[in-house]
């Protein structure tokens, strides 16, 4: 009797090119380099959904999320695919109730270590302790947390576009840690408003506000001497400054500061924000100092 082989030749179609789609930065290895963004990241990898991980993070890095859109507790983003239309993509957060916030902006007021960093733009490594001594976590981390749909045809959820977008979102969080708290249900400017007012009623209750108990006046410092009126002294005054300071040399690493504020947010341009912006500092650097040292 004969044996039947058979071989799957299937291959999955490109996706169409998107103009302008948002990119993913992270050119290879993994994606998010903080822990809050790994942390998110394996929240979708956890799921386990094989092959279609790969071809989420493809899509990410070719662009083909064409628009994201993040709310309190839903993220909707459009995602192309082989077909003409882009896929709609929802992606539900489950927020914190109005008691769980109050009792964790208590806890982190009580911190001030956590409001520091936050504002710093840097997530405390031990906030989730603070979450589940509430009972409540800040990522989700059971499948109930979350729900996510696509209008693609593929029957597995998540799917490649979602993925990407779950990608996508990893790379901004990475840029706004508070992405993570608006996806729970509090934007960055309600959250930080209302740790301060936690803060403020902590120090009434203890007394230390509203009590008539005097806080030391802080020092006063010098002010510095007002700008001269003159245009010809001022410009004059900025020569003399200039001789009298030390020798001027091009930075050993271009676009420093570029580097240390990270990624522009949701990036859609064709070449990678950091790298195309420091070709520019590298070129530019030599004739800034030309033009400094009057050549």
């Known amino acids: 009797m004969g044996r039947w082989y058979y071989r ?3 291959t999955p179609a490109a996706p169409r090119e998107v103009k302008g789609g948002i990119k993913a930065q992270t050119k290879r290895g993994g994606f998010g380099q903080s822990w809050w963004a790994k942390r998110w990241i394996a929240v979708l990898e956890s799921f386990n959904i094989g092959a279609r991980l790969g ?3 493809a899509y990410a890095r070719r662009g083909q999320v064409a628009s994201i859109a993040i709310g309190k507790g839903s993220v909707t983003a459009a995602v192309q695919g082989t077909r003409s239309k ?10 914190l109730s109005g008691p769980e916030w109050a009792k964790i902006l208590k806890a982190l007021s009580e911190q001030v270590i956590f409001a520091a960093k936050l504002l710093a733009g840097e997530m405390p490594d031990d906030i989730e302790d603070v979450f589940r001594q509430q009972n409540v976590s800040l ?10 749909s696509c209008s693609c045809p593929d029957w597995s959820n998540p799917c ?3 993925a990407a977008v779950y990608y996508v979102l990893g790379e901004e969080f990475d840029r706004d840690p508070f992405l993570i708290f608006r996806l729970r249900g509090m934007d960055r400017d309600e959250l930080v408003k209302k740790l301060g007012e936690a803060h403020g009623h902590r120090e009434r209750k203890e007394g230390k506000l509203d009590r008539g108990i005097e806080k030391p006046e802080p020092e006063l410092t010098s002010a ?7 245009p010809d002294i001022f410009w004059q005054s900025l020569v003399l400054a200039r001789t009298e300071e030390k020798e001027v040399s091009i930075p050993p690493q271009s676009a420093a500061l570029i580097k240390r504020l ?4 949701l990036w859609r341009g064709r070449e990678h924000f950091v790298e195309s912006l420091e070709r520019v500092y590298s070129a530019a650097s030599p004739i800034g100092l030309d033009i400094y040292l009057g050549k």
């Open 160 to 162: 490649k576009h979602i």
């Open 224 to 230: 510095s001497d007002p700008l001269p009126e003159d």
């Open 55 to 57: 071809r989420g993070r």
């Open 8 to 10: 799957n030749y299937y």
């Open 139 to 148: 990522f989700p981390v059971k499948l109930k947390d979350l729900q996510t």
């Open 86 to 95: 882009p896929y709609s993509v929802a992606i539900t957060v489950k927020t």
């Open 262 to 265: 990270g990624n522009f947010p």
